[in-house]
């Protein structure tokens, strides 16, 4: 489905140069300032360039999995606190918080199986449960990869600053604005640059927490003893005064508060993207590298808080409280080595969670570009810069995280309970499709009775920690997420009725034009390089594109001899998935060409074609329109326009400028430029209402 008609508006950057690149092509001052920041652009040609771009296990678990690893700075801060005074079920809640880490990331290894091709909780609700659901999950996925941004660059800058004089926190909300612009940059230059560049922070946090961890449990092994028999006392004490089910709610409501803790795990699913060939067993392995870690860090962060005696302090999180008692009186030879290693692994977390945030700039941005080209959002977000990244849905991700950022002043409770209910909505629809998927399909998966119980429980447990949390955290932030969720919900579906609208409008013009015969008799007409040219953009063989060529001729009649037909194959985010799909794209492209010059020729008409393959639709077609008027000398180019009857502020929101866009920078190269417009009604009429004339 496009968004403008001609040319084909899905397309999106760069193009092979010309052989003579025209002046008016290169880059101005602020272009070749752009161009040192973000890199030159990728080849699409390079036989190499999806190997360099795609990520082993090891590479995506650090830009995937830094997201769930990360949270175990939170998330057992998070649940300990709520236990109060009953510390005693810390234990079992170790133990609970690591089999949940591990019911749900076996849960998405058999998604990612069912679901080869990505896109997480999204695709899962939008193909197993309807396309309403999806846009739910779709919509909760969005606000909660921004969330994922706000929410790790908030905790790494607690982490910092816990070790930072107290003095200095007033310019905490800077340091993290300055750490989104950072990565915003980082990721515009490509995920892979970005992801190796944040490599040794990931390193260095696994060595000093595994030090933290493995320490605080040797050191407190002593009182393992007693936190057994206070288990058992103070269960019995519970009991009597709270009875059983007052218990239960009391951890219920501790193991629930800590769900940021299992926030990071769909990252894989919806990154499947990236990763290397084998796309699914790379996957599979990033899941099970996270699963181990997170489980055995977040619960082993939990039980040395139980085994050290650590209490809440205000102004430090629980993590520098606890490492400032293993560690602050360490000394050698008089040197305060424990507390170079306190701020070293602080410092690594901080660290750690920036890189977190990669995951909202990773995966934001490709659900966007899943909903995108099913018309939920603006089809420019399925585009690719010619760095080969999503480039507005990057920006769209850090513009946003800056702004909640900004509303919420970068409180980390707030923007943990908003992150959790965003999560848990995903995780409960996700696991709701896959139990229905094995419930109606018991006759044809063999498994079925192995895989039902696992994403069950993943149901029953999802679903707790959601209900849990918004009931408990519903004026502490829980609101302010779901008017977010449930403002983006509605927006989804004002635009995808707009859309459904508009192009509903063009089905009659494919219907009519789009079935003319293939090939015919007539003698092919010989093309005269010196006879007037018309250049036309087209996208898909199409009603579109046959009106324009017929539209030219009852405008111009008998005045224009040939017909070139110009075409750019974009790479976008639908169509980004290898080399093989790069080839694909050309051939198809090609075809469509074909067909066109063999309807032109039977019309009478010299006609030619010229195909680019890139990823910005102006920049190829711009320079394939200059290299067709250095043969062409007497050529004109025609592109078409969507105008509506009543013009809105968002419609060049909804549907790109090209042919504006194009037009300038052809007149500015000296060429002509006619602009056919397409009329449009908004509402839906009885009979056909797209028609096109001269502008």
Same mark, same amino acid.
């Given at each position: 489905?496009?968004? =403008?008609?001609? %040319?084909?508006?899905?397309?999106?950057?760069?193009?092979?140069?010309?052989?003579?690149?025209?002046?008016?092509?290169?880059? $101005?001052?602020?272009?070749?300032?752009?161009?040192?920041?973000?890199?030159? %652009?990728?080849?699409?040609?390079?036989?190499?360039l999806?190997?360099?771009?795609?990520?082993?296990?090891?590479?995506?678990?650090?830009?995937?999995g830094?997201?769930?690893?990360?949270?175990?700075?939170?998330?057992?801060?998070?649940?300990?606190?709520?236990?109060?005074?009953?510390?005693?079920?810390?234990?079992?809640?170790?133990?609970? !918080?690591?089999? !949940?880490?591990?019911?749900?990331?076996?849960?998405?290894?058999?998604?990612?199986?069912?679901?080869?091709?990505?896109?997480?909780? &999204?695709?899962?609700?939008?193909?197993?449960?309807?396309?309403?659901?999806?846009?739910?999950?779709?919509?909760? +996925?969005?606000?909660?990869?921004? +969330?994922?941004?706000?929410?790790?660059?908030?905790?790494g800058?607690?982490?910092?600053?816990s070790?930072?004089?107290?003095?200095?926190?007033r310019?905490?909300?800077?340091?993290?604005?300055?750490?989104?612009?950072?990565?915003?940059?980082?990721?515009?230059?490509?995920?892979?640059?970005?992801?190796?560049?944040?490599?040794?922070?990931?390193?260095?946090?696994?060595?000093?927490?595994?030090v933290?961890?493995?320490?605080?449990?040797?050191?407190?092994?002593?009182?393992?003893?007693?936190?057994?028999h206070?288990?058992?006392?103070?269960?019995?004490?519970?009991?009597?005064?709270?009875?059983?089910?007052?218990?239960? #709610?009391?951890?219920?409501?501790?193991?629930s508060?800590?769900?940021?803790?299992?926030?990071?795990?769909?990252?894989?699913?919806?990154?499947?993207?990236?990763?290397?060939?084998?796309?699914?067993?790379?996957?599979?392995?990033?899941?099970?590298y996270?699963?181990?870690?997170?489980?055995?860090t977040?619960?082993?962060?939990?039980?040395?808080?139980?085994?050290?005696? /650590?209490?809440?302090?205000?102004?430090?999180?629980?993590?520098?409280?606890?490492?400032?008692?293993?560690?602050?009186?360490?000394?050698?030879?008089?040197?305060?080595?424990?507390?170079g290693?306190?701020? +070293? !692994?602080?410092?690594?977390?901080?660290?750690?969670?920036?890189?977190?945030?990669?995951?909202?700039?990773?995966?934001?941005?490709?659900?966007?570009?899943?909903?995108?080209?099913?018309?939920?959002?603006?089809?420019?977000?399925?585009?690719?810069?010619?760095?080969?990244?999503?480039?507005?849905?990057?920006?769209?991700?850090?513009?946003?995280?800056?702004?909640?950022?900004?509303?919420?002043?970068?409180?980390? =409770?707030?923007?943990?309970?908003?992150?959790?209910?965003?999560?848990?909505?995903?995780f409960?629809?996700?696991?709701?499709?896959?139990?229905?998927? &094995?419930?109606?399909?018991?006759?044809?998966?063999?498994d079925?009775?192995?895989?039902?119980?696992?994403?069950?429980?993943?149901?029953?447990?999802?679903?707790?920690?959601?209900?849990?949390?918004?009931?408990?955290?519903?004026?502490?932030?829980?609101w302010?997420?779901?008017?977010?969720?449930?403002?983006?919900?509605?927006?989804?579906?004002?635009? *995808?009725?707009?859309?459904r609208?508009?192009?509903?409008?063009?089905?009659?013009?494919?219907?009519?034009?789009?079935?003319?015969?293939?090939?015919?008799?007539?003698?092919?007409?010989?093309?005269?390089?010196?006879?007037p040219?018309a250049?036309?953009?087209?996208?898909?063989?199409?009603?579109?594109?046959?009106?324009?060529?017929?539209?030219?001729?009852?405008?111009? %009649? $008998?005045?224009?001899?040939?017909?070139?037909?110009?075409?750019?194959?974009?790479?976008?985010?639908?169509?980004?998935? $290898?080399?093989?799909?790069?080839?694909?794209?050309?051939?198809?492209?090609?075809? =469509?060409?074909?067909?066109?010059?063999?309807?032109?020729?039977?019309?009478?008409?010299?006609?030619?074609?010229?195909?680019?393959?890139?990823t910005?639709?102006?920049?190829?077609?711009?320079?394939?329109?200059?290299?067709?008027?250095?043969?062409?000398?007497?050529?004109?180019?025609?592109?078409?326009? #969507?105008?509506?009857?009543?013009?809105?502020?968002?419609? *060049?929101?909804?549907?790109?400028?090209?042919?504006?866009?194009?037009? *300038?920078?052809?007149?500015?190269?000296?060429l /002509?430029?006619?602009?056919?417009?397409?009329?449009?009604?908004?509402? %839906?009429?009885?009979?056909?209402?797209?028609?096109?004339?001269?502008?």
């Amino acid at each position: 489905m496009s968004s =403008d008609p001609v %040319p084909n508006p899905e397309a999106g950057g760069g193009v092979p140069p010309a052989d003579e690149p025209s002046a008016a092509l290169a880059p $101005g001052a602020w272009g070749r300032f752009v161009r040192f920041l973000l890199g030159k %652009p990728r080849d699409l040609r390079d036989p190499s360039l999806f190997r360099h771009l795609s990520l082993v296990a090891f590479l995506a678990w650090i830009g995937l999995g830094s997201d769930g690893l990360s949270s175990s700075a939170y998330g057992p801060d998070e649940a300990y606190r709520a236990l109060g005074v009953h510390t005693y079920l810390a234990i079992w809640l170790a133990v609970a !918080t690591a089999v !949940t880490v591990f019911v749900i990331s076996y849960a998405y290894s058999r998604i990612i199986e069912h679901f080869p091709g990505g896109g997480g909780g &999204y695709v899962v609700a939008s193909k197993l449960l309807g396309h309403r659901f999806g846009v739910i999950s779709g919509s909760a +996925l969005l606000v909660d990869y921004v +969330l994922t941004i706000t929410v790790s660059v908030a905790s790494g800058g607690d982490a910092i600053f816990s070790f930072l004089p107290e003095s200095w926190l007033r310019f905490k909300l800077a340091a993290d604005v300055l750490a989104v612009l950072f990565l915003l940059v980082m990721n515009l230059r490509g995920v892979r640059e970005s992801v190796t560049a944040l490599m040794p922070i990931f390193v260095v946090f696994l060595v000093t927490h595994g030090v933290f961890i493995v320490w605080g449990i040797v050191a407190g092994a002593h009182h393992l003893g007693p936190a057994v028999h206070e288990l058992r006392a103070g269960t019995a004490a519970g009991l009597s005064s709270l009875g059983a089910w007052g218990l239960f #709610l009391v951890f219920l409501r501790a193991y629930s508060l800590g769900g940021g803790t299992y926030t990071g795990i769909e990252a894989v699913s919806n990154g499947l993207q990236i990763m290397r060939e084998p796309k699914v067993q790379t996957a599979q392995r990033t899941m099970v590298y996270m699963a181990v870690s997170l489980a055995a860090t977040a619960g082993g962060i939990i039980l040395v808080y139980l085994l050290t005696g /650590t209490h809440a302090v205000a102004g430090k999180t629980m993590n520098a409280v606890a490492m400032e008692n293993l560690f602050g009186a360490w000394r050698v030879g008089g040197v305060r080595l424990g507390a170079g290693f306190v701020v +070293l !692994t602080l410092a690594s977390e901080g660290a750690l969670l920036f890189v977190a945030a990669q995951t909202g700039f990773i995966d934001g941005p490709r659900v966007m570009a899943n909903m995108a080209t099913d018309s939920w959002f603006p089809h420019r977000f399925r585009a690719l810069s010619d760095r080969l990244t999503m480039k507005n849905g990057v920006q769209l991700m850090g513009l946003s995280a800056l702004a909640l950022l900004v509303v919420t002043r970068g409180s980390v =409770d707030a923007l943990v309970v908003m992150y959790a209910i965003n999560v848990f909505i995903t995780f409960s629809l996700s696991e709701l499709g896959m139990v229905r998927f &094995y419930v109606t399909h018991r006759k044809t998966e063999r498994d079925w009775k192995r895989h039902l119980p696992v994403h069950l429980t993943g149901l029953v447990l999802c679903g707790s920690i959601l209900v849990v949390t918004l009931t408990e955290k519903f004026t502490e932030g829980g609101w302010l997420t779901l008017v977010i969720t449930v403002g983006v919900i509605a927006l989804c579906f004002v635009i *995808r009725a707009h859309y459904r609208r508009v192009f509903g409008q063009f089905a009659h013009l494919n219907e009519v034009l789009g079935d003319l015969p293939a090939s015919s008799g007539t003698v092919a007409r010989a093309i005269d390089p010196k006879q007037p040219t018309a250049i036309l953009l087209v996208g898909g063989y199409g009603g579109l594109g046959i009106h324009s060529l017929l539209n030219v001729q009852r405008v111009f %009649p $008998g005045f224009f001899r040939n017909v070139v037909f110009v075409s750019a194959g974009i790479i976008d985010s639908a169509n980004f998935k $290898g080399a093989g799909e790069v080839a694909r794209l050309e051939e198809r492209t090609r075809g =469509d060409l074909a067909r066109y010059v063999d309807l032109a020729r039977r019309l009478g008409l010299g006609a030619d074609s010229r195909l680019a393959i890139g990823t910005d639709v102006v920049e190829a077609t711009t320079a394939l329109c200059v290299q067709a008027s250095r043969e062409f000398p007497r050529a004109v180019v025609f592109g078409g326009k #969507l105008i509506f009857e009543e013009e809105r502020w968002y419609h *060049r929101f909804l549907h790109n400028e090209t042919a504006h866009a194009i037009q *300038r920078r052809v007149q500015f190269a000296g060429l /002509t430029m006619v602009i056919l417009p397409i009329r449009v009604r908004e509402a %839906p009429p009885r009979a056909p209402a797209v028609t096109a004339r001269a502008a």
